[in-house]
């Protein structure tokens, strides 16, 4: 380790400095803190600069903070629209599996059972997203 300071660290943590020297956060950051810890010890910038005191997004003057009528609507259509999708699926396996119990397992059999399920997935998806 290198000398001049604390050298108590041991094992890969000394040797990388994780327990070498002495120094407290704000006398390497050189900012006076009360009550918070700094970012970084490289970082000089007062911690209470980061508080934020404002909101997040920027609104027009007079708006109000909930949501509007489109949004509400994309976030309704959207939800039908995937959970028709999903009820769609499991109906086209189900209805896959069932037209074709007769057959062995073989590669026409997947093809039909995916046909189904990509078909009733996007007739229901479809008829959810548009009521």
Not at 19 to 27: E, K, T, V, W
Not at 94 to 99: D, N, Q, S, V
Request: aromatic share 8%.
């Amino acid at each position: 380790m290198e000398g001049g300071g604390n050298s108590k660290g041991t094992g890969l943590g000394g040797l990388f400095g994780a327990g070498g020297l002495g120094y407290s956060h704000a006398d390497l950051a050189g900012v006076p803190l009360t009550g918070m810890s700094p970012l970084s010890p490289y970082l000089n910038l007062d911690p209470k600069y980061l508080v934020q005191d404002t909101d997040e997004f920027i609104l027009p003057t007079g708006a109000n903070k909930t949501r509007g009528r489109f949004e509400l609507a994309f976030f309704t259509i959207g939800g039908c629209c995937m959970t028709g999708a999903a009820f769609g699926a499991l109906n086209g396996l189900r209805l896959g599996l069932k037209e074709t119990q007769n057959m062995a397992w073989s590669k026409p059999r997947n093809v039909q059972i995916l046909n189904m399920v990509t078909r009733q997935g996007a007739l229901w998806a479809n008829t959810l997203g548009s009521l």
